[in-house]
């Protein structure tokens, strides 16, 4: 398996600019987390899906935020309109949902908003 | 909100050395995790535990969960470059389902 693929891995954009940030989960997993990570604030679960189904979203910041999950093997975090303060790295991870919960994670997205 | 505290913060030794960094909390887990994390990647999975006073070894890696399920640590043996990284410990509790707990991480250098 190629893994949590993640799109793109760099996004620079302007202020006020919408922003889409894209996730393929491992085949077969039923569980898919985003997270944000910055110097200041550690690693931070925005949202996560149980079967294309979102579970939890109380992590998202704000209404400009937005996830969605159409399919058992797509994902999207959309940000719009972007700030500067929404530069981090996103991060997606999807999980069997079995056992222990091992996460299994993308190479994230850098995103920098100017 | 079940926090999990990481200990050192940083830390920056020597190849060869020894150390051990700690993961903390005031809550009851059913499993913990440690991730490592690479720089411009996302977190690998290490090891899982699950039993009380269980220990671990992954080569010079010893992972030990405490008897109360409370916290964790991480020892590294003759530490070597390439452990350079960040550390993450994270957790779960049968209330919680999937979600993970994770701590801030340490940031380990390790110099040759």
């Known amino acids: 398996d190629a893994g949590v693929i993640q799109s793109p891995r760099h996004e620079v954009t302007e202020m006020g600019q919408e922003v889409t940030l894209r996730c393929k989960p491992i085949s077969g997993h039923d569980y898919l987390f985003w997270y944000r990570q910055t110097m200041m604030r550690g690693l931070e679960l925005l949202i996560y899906f149980n079967n294309n189904v979102p579970i939890d979203d109380s992590g998202m910041p704000e209404d400009r935020f937005s996830a969605k999950m159409p399919n058992a093997s797509f994902s999207t975090l959309k940000i719009q309109p972007s700030e500067p303060r929404d530069s981090a790295v996103y991060f997606c991870a999807s999980s069997s949902g079995t056992g222990t919960y091992e996460q299994y994670f993308g190479p994230g997205t850098r995103l920098t908003v100017t | 909100t079940q926090l999990l505290e990481q200990s050192p913060q940083f830390l920056s030794i020597q190849e060869g050395e020894n150390l051990t960094v700690y993961c903390n909390s005031s809550s009851v887990f059913s499993s913990l995790q440690w991730y490592r994390q690479e720089p411009g990647e996302g977190p690998v999975l290490l090891v899982t535990?699950?039993?009380?006073?269980e220990v671990k070894k992954l080569k010079r890696l010893t992972f030990q969960f405490g008897d109360a399920r409370k916290d964790s640590s991480l020892h590294i043996t003759a530490a070597q470059p390439g452990d350079t990284g960040l550390y993450l410990c994270a957790a779960t509790n049968n209330n919680a389902g999937n979600m993970l707990t994770f701590g801030g991480g340490t940031r380990l250098m390790v110099k040759p």
């Open positions: 535990v699950v039993t009380g006073g």
